[in-house]
């Protein structure tokens, strides 16, 4: 089992920053790929970011790049999400997950079906 805690979240006014963290009890192999998720109310989740392990190569959802940066503390176990020039679009609930599995699966196309374990979120509100 994997726990995965976010924090981070917050408020902001359009053209504001936030960093978001994301603490993993463990992780039991060595190869995965770590990503940030994002749902607002009546959409579905989808990816905004995601980082591979051995890598460390990071993938990024168009409408995020240039604004926003993945990084990985391993020696920590933590994820890092620094969201600038935040938009009102940004608003939703985000998610960082973990998949284990080749570095091939960690991109913006790999359905959110394949990640193996989930935190509960932190809200991000973006007001403009």
């Known amino acids: 089992q994997v726990q995965l805690v976010e924090s981070g979240g917050g408020s902001v006014q359009a053209g504001g920053s936030l960093r978001l963290s994301c603490a993993a009890s463990?992780?039991?192999?060595?190869?995965?790929?770590v990503g940030w998720f994002r749902q607002a109310p009546g959409k579905e989740r989808e990816g905004v970011s995601t980082i591979y392990s051995g890598t460390g190569s990071p993938n990024y959802a168009d409408s995020v790049k240039g604004r926003f940066t993945i990084s990985q503390d391993n020696t920590e176990n933590t994820l890092f999400l620094q969201m600038n020039n935040l938009k009102p679009e940004d608003t939703a609930m985000y998610y960082c997950a973990v998949g284990f599995g080749p570095d091939r699966l960690c991109t913006m196309v790999t359905g959110v079906g394949w990640y193996n374990y989930w935190g509960q979120g932190t809200q991000v509100t973006v007001s403009s």
């Open positions: 463990r992780y039991t192999s060595s190869s995965y790929c």
